[in-house]
C-alpha cells in the first residue's frame, strides 16, 4: 500500500519537474533564443514583445491540443476496451479534418471563426458515428471498430486530397500544413474558445471517470453496478469527439498523442479512469510542448511541423504494442 | 402487492425470444427463495444465462413481468437495490487494481461524484477483508490467479450491499480448490449477511454440497426445483441430460451426481 502511495508520488513529483523543464525550454529556446530582457517591451508597460507573445501562444495551443488529444484517447480505449484506440486511428481527426477543410473551402471560415469548430465537430461526429455503425457489423468485435476507424481515415484523406486539388495555390498549401498538424498558426480566436472549452469539456469527463470505469469492466458489469452502458458510452465518445474536432480546428491533423500518453501512463499505474483521465489531459500537454520544441529545433535551418514527430514515435510504439501483444499470445489487438 | 415475504425475486408468465420468431421461454413462472443459496442448471442452450440476465432487469420480456419486491423491476429508479449481477467473464479492466475494481461498484452507480467518502472507503475495505483480498488490495488485476481475480469481480458487485447476487458460471475457470473456496464464501454470504444468491453451473458436484437449493431447466422450462437431494436424482438428470447418470452418495448424505456409461451418442 505504501511502496505504490510512494510510487504515485515520485511519478507526480519527476511529472510537474519535467514539466516546469519544458516549459522553460519551451518558452526561451528556440531559432530565436529569448533573453530575459527580450520578454517586455520595456519595464514600466510590461507588454510583452510579439516574439515572448508568439511563443505563449504556441504552448498555450500545444498543451490544448495535447491535452485534448490525449484525454480524449484514454476515453476511447476505456470505452471501446481497446488500447490502440486513439482519435487519429479511429478516423475522427480525419473526419474532423474533412470538416474543417469545408469550412474554409466554402468559405464559412471568412464568415466567422466560430464555423471552424461547429464544421470540424459535425465531421468528427459523422466519422465516429460511421465507426460505430461499421463496427458494429462485427458484433462490436475489437478489430473491426479500430478497421473500420482505418477504412473511416482513408475515405477522409481522399476526400481532403480531392478538396485540395479544387482548392488554390494558397488554400492548398495551408491544407497541407494542417494536415501534417501545425501549431505555429493557431487562430487567436480559436484558441480564446478552446481555453475555455477544452478544460471544461476535461471536467466534464473526469465527473464521468467512475462510469468509464465501469464501461472499461465491460458492458454487463456496467449494467451489474446500476450504469446504462449505452447512454454512457455514447456521452464518452460524443465529448471525446468534441474534444478532439476543437484541437483539429485549431491545429490541424496531430496524430498518436492519444496512444502514447495514455499507454505510459497506463504503465505507470494509473489504469483507475479518475487518474488518467485528468493525468492524460496534462501530461498529453506536456508532451506536445515538447513535441513543439523538439521541431522547432531538431533542424536548425527549418522548422518541421509537431506532428511529424508525434506520428513517427507514436506509429513506432504502436508496433511495439502490437508485437507485444502477439508475443503474449492474446486473441485479437 | 405482493405480500409473499418468502421471495424478493420472481417472474410471472414471462415469454421472451431472442430473435423475435422462436420463443425461448413461454409463460414461465419462477419464485426466487428468500436467503437461499440457489443453483440453475440444465444443458447448453436451455435458457439458464438468459433467465439470469431476465432476472437481473438486461433483457425485457415479451410478456409477463419480472417483479422485484412485488414492483416491477423496471420501476426501480433506486439503482442500489437491483441485485447485483456478476458475469461469466472477468472484468476487461485488468489493469487497476484490486481497490479500484472494487471501489468502482460504488462510484459508478452513483451521480457525477469521482471522489469516495470515508464511509465509502471503509466499506471497500469491509468487502476487501471478507473477500480475503486485503493482502491484494494494490495489486493489478492482470496479476491475480484465476479464483482472486474472480473474487475481486464478485467484490465489485457485493460492495453495493444487494440483497440478492446473480452469477453466471463464476466457477466456470476455477479448478476444484479455488471452486470450493469460492461455494464457501457464497454460503457464508448467505449464511451471515442473508443473501439471497442465484448462481448458473454446469458443475453439479460442489453445487450439490453448497447450495440449498436446486433448479433444473429443460428447453427453456423450468423441470425440477427444491432441495439438493430431491431434485438431483437419477430420473431427472437422464430427463434433462439425456445421458445415463449414477447418484451416489457422501457420507454427509450430500448427493454425488455422476454421468455413467453410456454406448449411444445422446440425443437432443
Not at chain 1, 148 to 165: E, K
Not at chain 1, 269 to 290: E, M, V, Y
Amino acid at each position: 500500500m505504501k511502496k505504490e502511495r510512494y510510487k504515485e508520488l515520485f511519478f507526480l513529483f519527476s511529472f510537474i519537474l519535467l514539466s516546469f523543464l519544458i516549459l522553460f525550454c519551451a518558452f526561451f529556446l528556440g531559432i530565436n533564443d529569448l533573453s530575459t530582457k527580450e520578454i517586455f517591451n520595456d519595464n514600466s508597460s510590461g507588454t510583452l514583445t510579439p516574439l515572448a507573445m508568439a511563443r505563449i501562444t504556441r504552448i498555450l495551443a500545444s498543451f490544448l491540443v495535447g491535452g485534448s488529444l490525449a484525454l480524449a484517447g484514454s476515453v476511447y480505449q476505456a470505452v471501446l476496451h481497446n488500447p490502440l484506440a486513439e482519435p487519429f486511428i479511429l478516423g475522427v481527426s480525419g473526419g474532423a479534418a474533412v470538416g474543417t477543410a469545408l469550412a474554409f473551402i466554402t468559405g464559412a471560415a471568412v464568415t466567422g471563426t466560430f464555423f471552424i469548430p461547429l464544421f470540424a465537430s459535425s465531421g468528427g461526429l459523422f466519422a465516429v458515428l460511421l465507426v460505430l455503425l461499421l463496427g458494429m457489423t462485427g458484433r462490436g468485435e475489437k478489430n473491426t471498430i479500430l478497421l473500420s476507424g482505418v477504412i473511416m481515415g482513408t475515405l477522409s484523406s481522399s476526400i481532403l486530397m480531392c478538396l485540395i486539388s479544387f482548392a488554390g495555390t494558397q488554400e492548398m498549401c495551408s491544407i497541407t500544413w494542417f494536415l501534417m498538424g501545425d501549431l505555429s498558426a493557431a487562430d487567436p480566436v480559436l484558441l480564446r474558445f478552446s481555453c475555455f472549452f477544452a478544460p471544461l469539456i476535461a471536467f466534464l469527463l473526469f465527473l464521468l471517470s467512475p462510469k468509464a470505469n465501469a464501461l472499461a469492466s465491460g458492458e454487463d458489469y456496467a449494467r451489474g453496478i446500476g450504469v446504462d452502458p449505452v447512454k454512457t458510452g455514447y456521452a464518452l465518445l460524443i465529448l471525446a469527439t468534441l474534444l478532439t474536432a476543437a484541437s483539429v480546428a485549431l491545429s490541424g491533423i496531430i496524430s498518436f498523442v492519444g496512444l502514447i500518453v495514455p499507454h505510459i501512463l497506463r504503465k505507470w499505474g494509473f489504469a483507475d479512469n479518475r487518474k488518467l483521465f485528468p493525468l492524460s489531459f496534462f501530461a498529453g500537454g506536456i508532451f506536445l510542448i515538447f513535441c513543439d520544441f523538439l521541431s522547432r529545433n531538431i533542424f536548425q535551418a527549418r522548422e518541421i511541423p509537431a506532428g511529424v514527430i508525434t506520428s513517427f514515435s507514436g506509429g513506432l510504439l504502436f508496433l511495439w504494442i502490437l508485437y507485444k501483444k502477439n508475443l503474449n499470445g492474446r486473441k485479437g489487438l | 402487492m405482493n405480500m409473499d415475504t418468502s421471495s424478493v425475486l420472481s417472474a410471472k408468465d414471462i415469454s421472451f425470444s431472442h430473435t423475435g420468431k422462436e420463443e425461448l421461454f413461454s409463460h414461465l413462472s419462477f419464485t426466487l427463495p428468500k436467503g437461499e443459496f440457489t443453483v440453475l442448471a440444465g444443458s447448453n442452450g436451455c435458457g439458464k444465462s438468459t433467465l439470469l440476465r431476465i432476472l437481473a432487469g438486461f433483457l425485457p420480456v415479451s410478456a409477463g413481468e419480472v417483479l422485484l419486491h412485488g414492483s416491477p423491476i423496471h420501476s426501480f429508479s433506486r439503482k442500489r437495490k437491483k441485485p447485483g449481477f456478476v458475469p461469466q467473464e472477468l472484468p476487461e479492466a485488468e489493469e487497476m487494481t484490486v481497490r479500484e475494481l472494487v471501489l468502482t461498484g460504488l462510484l459508478a452507480g452513483k451521480g457525477l461524484f469521482p471522489f469516495a467518502t470515508g464511509k465509502e472507503k471503509a466499506k471497500v475495505q469491509e468487502i476487501l477483508e471478507e473477500l480475503d483480498l486485503t493482502h491484494l488490495a494494490q495489486r493489478r488485476c492482470a496479476s491475480l490467479s484465476g479464483g482472486e481475480f474472480r473474487r475481486a469481480a464478485i467484490g465489485m458487485s457485493l460492495v453495493r450491499s444487494p440483497e440478492i447476487l446473480l452469477l453466471d458460471e463464476p466457477c466456470s475457470s476455477l479448478d476444484y480448490g479455488h471452486a470450493q473456496s469460492l461455494m464457501l464464501f457464497l454460503q457464508k454470504m448467505c449464511r451471515k449477511h442473508f443473501l439471497t444468491i442465484l448462481m448458473v453451473s454446469h458443475d453439479l458436484i460442489l453445487p450439490a454440497k453448497y447450495a440449498t437449493n436446486f433448479v433444473l431447466m429443460k428447453k427453456g422450462e423450468i423441470f425440477a426445483e427444491g432441495a439438493p437431494e430431491k431434485v438431483l436424482t437419477k430420473e431427472n438428470l437422464e430427463e434433462v441430460y439425456h445421458i445415463p447418470f449414477e447418484v451416489l452418495s457422501s457420507q454427509k448424505n450430500f448427493p454425488v451426481p455422476i454421468p455413467a456409461d453410456r454406448e449411444t451418442p445422446p440425443q437432443q
